[in-house]
Every structure is written in structure tokens, then in C-alpha cells.
């Protein structure tokens, strides 16, 4: 006789539930008939922060919703290859994922509304002979900040929000500064002028998938800042994600150049996209003193920032993901961190206590992925409330010569990996896989940046040996 085999719930079993919910469909076939959408971006986001996905006429929102659409898993590194020809993340023979899309997600792109899209969640598909037929992806980094945050929400009862400040240069047409030798364009209302186009178009864009854009600004030559209001994190890194998308857009349509490298020049400040931190209780955020002491921190503030500062050299692998990165950390006096410290005003430190209650944490360039970022913050700022790690005192400059001067930063990214597999608290938030995956992949792009003959060094050595 043969005996049935009782299968067990998953979590793939789970969502599938959630989006076959006839009242949640029915809403996103609305806005579908209203917007006359006729395609759907089932849309993840790798390790790098690149988006990838698929595109599928509308009419299968049903099916999709319940069956999803499959990825290769090297998807989520890039389909990079080492060193030695392997896919990182599986190689060729691993087995494909489910991307499953959470339904309150959906929106309609501005820029061509018969364009719809999802964000997804990723699933190890129902065929897995293993053990694993359903379960969450370990490497899919949104969802991974998901659970990191609302395992923090559980313990501790507090939600981190954030509001992320993106830095990013634009070239092409006639968008070059004119300034004065020895001055800075910054905030010259005339190059916001010059850039009018840009700004008007990106604001737009994020105004109708649902930002709240608050300010902006001219910071150096091609470089703009446009900020919108802070939100619950989660929220926070999918929106930082989008505007990278609109900003791509944008560029493609004005015939310009929008590029986030973290340091394009050794004479232009970096891209930066500081993270701006609060925790709150209901409404309450905890981290201000509503009496004014302590430059306005309160205990659990100052907890929390001890854990920022703790663990901030391990978590610079993720804050600054790229070779390039560390030359944005290298050069004191341009409004970027070189040392492991804190201050009021100092623009030089590596987090800044706001006056209104927020801790500006400045080591993130305009490459970080958003959902890494979160996680690992999450779980420092943890360290620092259970062990009560005080901050120690501010500076007021971080670049003094004392022997009692802060740690440096990590000046290359295979010195962040070292720092960054060495420190237990970073790497528990990510989970072993997505730790393995990430180190994997950074250090084969550490590996053949050491390997490649660059510019600089036929600058240097040339015509030198005689």
C-alpha cells in the first residue's frame, strides 16, 4: 500500500495564499483597467543593487501572482563569473527560483503608464528534492531586511526609520559648471538653472510613484542631491532603489549621462548617500532628548550610536561596495569620513547627531545596496542597546594627529572584507549564504582590480627604469 506523503506549509505556501486573496487581486486589476496597463516588471534586486526580472503582458496577473516567474539564482550576483569561469552563486547546474510579487507593491511607471511593475520575493522552487521546496531565499536581499527589521521590531519594540540623501553626477550637454578658480558651485541657484530639466523631471517621476520630495540641491560640479521625507526602512531602500530606475530614465530621455560611481574624480567630492536614522516607539522617537541633554541623545541614543561606531569598520564593506569607494574615504577636508567617529557639525565624521533627533550615518556611497545597508545597521545599533556601548565623546575634528585620534576607515575594499567577515554581529544580519555569496563576489572584484594595469600606473612607471 502505498502511504501518502504529508507535505508541509512553506512559505512560498503562504504568500501564494496572500496573493491569491480575491480582494487584494481585485485591486491591482483596478489600477490596471484605470491606468490601461498592458505589461508588468515582476521586478528583485541583486546583491549589487542592480533590478532584474521579467516582463509579462497583464493578463497573466492572476496566474503570476499565484505561480510567479522563475530566475536563475546566479541572477542575484550578476551572473558573474570568477576568475575561473564559474558562475558565482551555483554555477550553470543551480537550480532556478521562484520570484513571487507582493501585490502592494504594484505601480504604474510615470514615464509610459502601460508599464506596470512588482517588486517580488524569492523562494527556493516546490521541486526541491532537499528539504528546501519553499523556503525564503537566503540571498534575496529585500526580503532579508524584512526579517531582519521585523525581528528587531519583536525584541526590542522599536522601528528604525530612515530618510537616505543620494548624491549622483550627471554629464552631457551643457551641464558643466562655471565658476570661479578656488570655489565651489555648491548651491549656486544658477546650476540648478542649468540642470532645471533633470530635477524637474526626477521630482515628477518620484512625486507620481509615491515619494514625498521635500529638497534639493547643487553640491559640486555635475553633482545634485534631490531628497525625499523619511519613512519606515523597509520602505526607504525599495524608494532609493526606484529613484535610481527614474534617474536612468531621466538620462535616457534627455540624452545625458546619470552615473553613481562613488568618487568619479580626484578633485570632485564623492556620491554619497548618507542614511539619516530615528527609532520610534509608536510615535515617539526615542533617540531625541526632549530635555536637551547630552547634545540631545538619550540613553538609548547613545546606545545606539555605540553600536554604529562599533561595528562601523566591519560594515564599510557594504556601506562602500566598490574598489572605487575607498578613494571617496581617502581625502579629509571633503565632507566624506576617513575615521571611525561622531560629532555635532562636523561634516568629517562618521555619524553627525542632527539637532532634530537623527543620527547621520555617512559612510554609504551612491553604490550601496540599500537592503545591506539596513540589515547591518539594524543589527549594530542591537549590539549597542543590549550591551549599552558608550559612543564616547564628539569631536571636533576628525582629522587630529594626537595618538587618541579615532580609528581610520578601511582604505581599500579587501581590507572592509577582512573587517567584514571578522565581526559576528554584521554577518549574523545577512545569514551565512548571503554573507558566503557577498564576500565571494567582492573579492573577486578585489582580486582582479589588483590584477589590472591601470592609467596610474603608466602615469608612474612609463618611461621610468633608465
Not at 35 to 49: D, F, H, M, P, S
Not at 153 to 172: D, K
Not at 208 to 222: C, Q, R, V
Not at 378 to 384: H, S
Amino acid at each position: 500500500m502505498t502511504m501518502a506523503v504529508t507535505r508541509t506549509r512553506s512559505e512560498l505556501d503562504g504568500h501564494r495564499e496572500r496573493n491569491t486573496d480575491q480582494a487584494a487581486v481585485g485591486a491591482v486589476r483596478e489600477q490596471l483597467a484605470a491606468a490601461e496597463v498592458e505589461y508588468i516588471y515582476y521586478q528583485t534586486v541583486t546583491l549589487t543593487g542592480r533590478v532584474i526580472g521579467k516582463v509579462v503582458p497583464a493578463g497573466h496577473l492572476a496566474r503570476i501572482a499565484e505561480r510567479g516567474v522563475q530566475l536563475h539564482r546566479t541572477g542575484l550576483s550578476d551572473l558573474q563569473t570568477d576568475r575561473d569561469g564559474t558562475l558565482l552563486g551555483g554555477g550553470c547546474e543551480a537550480a532556478e527560483v521562484t520570484a513571487l510579487p507582493d501585490l502592494d507593491t504594484f505601480a504604474v511607471l510615470p514615464w509610459d503608464t502601460r508599464v506596470g511593475r512588482f517588486f517580488c520575493r524569492l523562494y527556493e522552487p516546490d521541486h526541491r528534492p532537499d528539504g528546501t521546496a519553499g523556503r525564503a531565499l537566503p540571498t534575496d536581499v529585500r526580503a532579508n531586511l524584512a526579517r531582519v527589521h521585523a525581528r528587531f521590531t519583536a525584541r526590542t519594540g522599536l522601528e528604525l526609520r530612515s530618510g537616505c540623501e543620494p548624491e549622483m553626477s550627471w554629464t552631457g550637454l551643457d551641464l558643466e559648471p562655471r565658476n570661479r578658480p578656488n570655489t565651489s558651485p555648491a548651491y549656486h541657484i544658477d546650476h540648478l538653472e542649468r540642470n532645471r530639466p533633470i530635477y524637474q523631471k526626477v521630482i515628477g517621476y518620484a512625486r507620481a510613484l509615491g515619494f514625498d520630495m521635500i529638497e534639493g540641491d547643487y553640491e559640486d560640479p555635475g553633482q545634485l542631491e534631490l531628497n525625499w521625507m523619511f519613512d519606515h526602512a523597509d520602505r526607504t531602500a525599495d524608494r532609493v532603489v526606484v529613484y535610481r530606475q527614474i534617474c536612468r530614465q531621466v538620462a535616457r530621455e534627455l540624452g545625458v549621462t546619470a552615473s553613481f560611481m562613488p568618487k568619479p574624480a580626484n578633485d570632485r567630492k564623492g556620491n554619497g548617500c548618507h542614511h539619516n536614522l530615528s527609532l520610534w516607539r509608536g510615535d515617539d522617537n526615542v533617540l531625541a532628548d526632549k530635555d536637551m541633554r547630552e547634545l540631545h541623545l538619550t540613553d538609548t541614543g547613545r546606545h545606539a550610536l555605540g553600536g554604529l561606531l562599533a561595528h562601523a569598520a566591519a560594515t564599510t564593506a557594504v556601506m562602500g561596495p566598490t574598489v572605487n569607494s575607498y578613494k571617496r574615504y581617502w581625502h579629509a577636508g571633503q565632507f566624506a569620513p576617513t575615521r571611525i567617529d561622531w560629532g555635532m557639525d562636523n561634516k568629517t565624521c562618521t555619524v553627525r547627531l542632527s539637532a532634530n533627533g537623527r543620527l547621520e550615518f555617512k559612510l554609504p556611497d551612491a553604490m550601496v545596496n540599500p537592503y545591506l545597508s539596513h540589515a547591518v545597521l539594524i543589527a549594530a545599533i542591537e549590539d549597542g542597546l543590549d550591551n549599552r556601548l558608550d559612543p564616547g565623546p564628539p569631536q571636533g575634528s576628525g582629522r587630529a594627529t594626537d595618538e587618541s585620534r579615532p580609528a581610520a576607515l578601511p582604505q581599500t575594499l579587501g581590507e572592509a572584507l577582512e573587517r567584514f567577515t571578522a565581526d559576528p554581529v554584521v554577518t549574523k544580519a545577512l545569514g551565512t549564504e548571503l554573507t558566503t555569496l557577498y564576500t565571494d563576489l567582492k573579492r573577486d572584484e578585489w582580486a582582479r582590480y589588483c590584477g589590472a594595469v591601470t592609467d596610474w600606473e603608466h602615469m608612474m612607471y612609463a618611461h621610468e627604469g633608465v
